[in-house]
């Protein structure tokens, strides 16, 4: 454990580090990936309505309808694909993080070290010189 003086000098960097956190545990590419398969989910049921209102239905208003359908499946595919790349992103941010941490980590301890075996000796005559 440092001392009064080591303590006090690092006392910002642990609050550096406090403030970049520990990340979130699962990482929010998960719940990104999770929401590519729901869209995918509602875009395939969508697709199926589509080819069903081909099939059953006939005129103007089914016209409409499937065209509107397929923009719902298009866009589904737009939405999924900018998700993805968010997700991309997200990990990328994440890895940095992690990276940042234990590099922050690794300084603080090293300077504890240091400035703990400094303090040790600063009531020793000639220390300051």
């Not at 069903?52 to 999924?80: I, M, Q």
């Not at 703990?116 to 005559?125: H, I, N």
Request: hydrophobic fraction near 55%; charged fraction near 20%.
């Amino acid at each position: 454990m440092p001392g009064a003086l080591t303590a006090a000098l690092s006392a910002p960097l642990h609050r550096l580090l406090a403030l970049l956190g520990p990340g979130p545990a699962a990482g929010p590419a998960s719940s990104l990936t999770a929401l590519q398969d729901r869209l995918d989910t509602v875009a395939q049921a969508a697709a199926r309505t589509v080819t069903h209102l081909h099939s059953d239905w006939a005129g103007a208003g089914a016209a409409a309808a499937a065209e509107r359908l397929e923009r719902a499946v298009t866009l589904a595919g737009e939405l999924r694909a900018r998700i993805a790349a968010l997700g991309a992103a997200a990990e990328n941010a994440a890895a940095s993080v992690s990276d940042v941490r234990a590099a922050l980590e690794r300084l603080i301890a090293d300077f504890e070290a240091r400035a703990g075996a400094l303090e040790t000796r600063l009531d020793a005559p000639g220390t300051a010189e």
